[in-house]
Nanobody, 122 residues
Framework: QVQLVESGGGSVQAGGSLRLSCAAS????????MNWFRQAPGKEREFVAA????????YYADSVKGRFTISRDNAKNTVYLQMNSLKPEDTAVYYC???????????????WGKGTLVTVSS
């Protein structure tokens, strides 16, 4: 079992920044990658970013490249998503998820956090 808890969501104006955190606990030794997804109101959940638990490989959706940065602190079992230059279309519930494979689809994930809301106003 892996438990994931997101934090750091909030309300900001367009152009602002937020940093999301995902704290992992439990049997994380089977984790291959950590991922961020988001789901905007009335839309399907979509992939945002991923980072391998070991190593430095990162992956981003085209919509966030150059603005978002995913990072990891293995000592704290925590993954971060630094979000800069936020846009209203970034408004969504952001979810942290773990996977045993490198994947950008939600069914490839093993465990999910409950999500944290990010609201960007114009």
């Amino acid at each position: 079992q892996v438990q994931l808890v997101e934090s750091g969501g909030g309300s900001v104006q367009a152009g602002g920044s937020l940093r999301l955190s995902c704290a992992a606990s439990g049997r994380t030794f089977r984790t291959y990658a950590m991922n961020w997804f988001r789901q905007a109101p009335g839309k399907e959940r979509e992939f945002v970013a991923a980072i391998r638990w070991s190593g430095s490989s990162t992956y981003y959706a085209d919509s966030v490249k150059g603005r978002f940065t995913i990072s990891r602190d293995n000592a704290k079992n925590t993954v971060y998503l630094q979000m800069n230059s936020l846009k209203p279309e970034d408004t969504a519930v952001y979810y942290c998820a773990s996977s045993q494979v490198l994947s950008t689809v939600d069914y490839g994930m093993n465990y999910w956090g409950k999500g944290t809301l990010v609201t960007v106003s114009s």
